[in-house]
């Protein structure tokens, strides 16, 4: 385990309206259809979870989402960023095209959603929605041909210029609705690796930062599917970490009791979206409980470590069919039925 300073800003305001084992979706969606996305991202998750389209389209993916202004650069066959002028690409947000995002068919399900959600008067109800964080970002500028300086660079100024205009947007249609912003960073999974382009006090300071950049009442996290560095992550401040569910968390106990006990939020990913897709809650329910227990033993508080939690797919449901993504939301749901009938029947006890 790494031995990282704590990052002075924490950003875990308006955290009581995402707790109590809600569910919360993870991004992605398989539709090809914005409408019929957006009605499952709002009648699936306790949470509205604003989706992206990337089976409708590559520009949909978070990659092609992060640089829908960035002039220069563009999508590959492979899904990957290729850079096609050289001479465009720039590291201040000045440097980005002009125009709106939400006129981009990157963010084709993003103005669905929020088309649907004026026409449905869900004005005041919890809204949750992600984007490609900058470490992640920076990488793949990195391997598309940018020097490291450059590449993480641009990805911070895309992504705190993104995260600005989608919130405004979020906002002006949904004026009551608190919000959750994650920034969805997969290669936190190599940020310990040799050879890794930022050393992690980098990757700290690019992640706070651009949640920074949020307006305060905003609820904001990081993101990640795979198993990471977790006092790492911690170290940038974030109000909610969003996570798989792991036998290998227990090693963390001491990071995460803390975190619960400063009021902040865990996202726990307790239906797996790779490999077989169980048929009954049971097993997912079973290794949520199973991890709760051995964090208890550790020392976390039993009534926080539940009112502190929602609960979510492992990752987003893009690659799946539509009716297998059903049954995942389904799934999630019927474990955080569990969570929340545990969360009131302890307030009850305590009288809360």
């Known amino acids: 385990?790494?031995?990282?300073?704590?990052?002075?800003s924490v950003h875990r305001a308006g955290a009581?309206?995402?707790?109590?084992?809600?569910?919360?979706?993870?991004?992605?969606?398989?539709?090809?259809?914005?409408?019929?996305?957006?009605?499952?991202?709002?009648?699936?998750?306790?949470?509205?979870?604003i989706p992206s389209l990337p089976g409708r389209s590559q520009a949909e993916t978070m990659l092609g989402q992060a640089v829908a202004r960035v002039p220069g650069l563009a999508i590959a066959a492979d899904g990957m960023l290729e850079i096609t002028d050289r001479n465009a690409p720039g590291t201040d947000q000045g440097d980005l095209a002009a125009g709106?995002?939400?006129?981009?068919?990157?963010?084709?399900?993003?103005?669905?959603?929020?088309?649907l959600a004026g026409k449905v008067r869900l004005d005041g109800q919890r809204v949750k929605w992600q984007f490609i964080g900058p470490v992640t970002l920076g990488v793949a500028l990195?391997?598309?041909?940018?020097?490291?300086?450059?590449?993480?660079?641009?990805?911070?100024?895309?992504?705190?210029?993104?995260?600005?205009?989608?919130?405004?947007?979020?906002?002006?249609?949904?004026?009551?609705?608190p919000q959750m912003v994650v920034l969805d960073e997969p290669w936190l999974t190599e940020l310990m690796s040799p050879g890794f382009p930022i050393p992690p006090d980098e990757a700290i300071d690019r992640m706070s930062t651009a949640m920074a950049s949020l307006p305060t009442a905003t609820l904001t996290g990081v993101h990640c599917c795979g198993s990471f560095d977790v006092a790492t992550l911690l170290a940038s401040g974030p109000g909610v970490i969003s996570l798989p569910v792991s036998a290998d968390l227990v090693d963390?106990?001491?990071?995460?009791?803390?975190?619960?006990?400063?009021?902040?939020?865990?996202?726990w990913g307790v239906v797996p979206t790779d490999g077989?897709?169980?048929?009954?809650?049971d097993r997912s329910w079973r290794e949520l409980s199973d991890l709760w227990c051995a964090l208890v033993q550790r020392g976390c508080d039993p009534v926080k470590l539940?009112?502190?939690?929602?609960?979510?797919?492992?990752?987003?449901?893009?690659?799946?069919?539509?009716?297998?993504?059903?049954?995942i939301a389904?799934?999630?749901?019927?474990?955080?039925?569990?969570?929340?009938?545990?969360?009131?029947?302890?307030?009850?006890a305590l009288g809360a």
């Open 16 to 49: 009581a309206a995402f707790a109590d084992g809600a569910v919360v979706g993870c991004g992605s969606l398989p539709h090809r259809d914005p409408e019929a996305a957006a009605a499952f991202a709002m009648s699936e998750f306790d949470i509205a979870t």
């Open 306 to 327: 539940r009112t502190n939690s929602l609960v979510s797919p492992q990752c987003g449901l893009g690659s799946h069919s539509v009716l297998l993504a059903r049954r």
């Open 100 to 115: 709106s995002l939400l006129d981009a068919d990157a963010f084709v399900g993003f103005r669905s959603f929020l088309e």
């Open 252 to 267: 963390w106990a001491g990071y995460i009791c803390r975190f619960i006990e400063q009021g902040g939020i865990i996202a």
């Open 1 to 8: 385990m790494s031995s990282v300073r704590t990052s002075t």
């Open 142 to 177: 990195e391997r598309a041909g940018l020097d490291r300086t450059a590449a993480f660079d641009l990805a911070s100024a895309c992504v705190r210029s993104s995260l600005i205009e989608l919130s405004a947007a979020v906002s002006a249609e949904l004026p009551h609705s």
């Open 330 to 348: 389904r799934l999630t749901a019927d474990v955080g039925k569990r969570v929340q009938d545990q969360s009131s029947a302890t307030r009850f």
């Open 276 to 281: 077989p897709i169980p048929s009954l809650p």
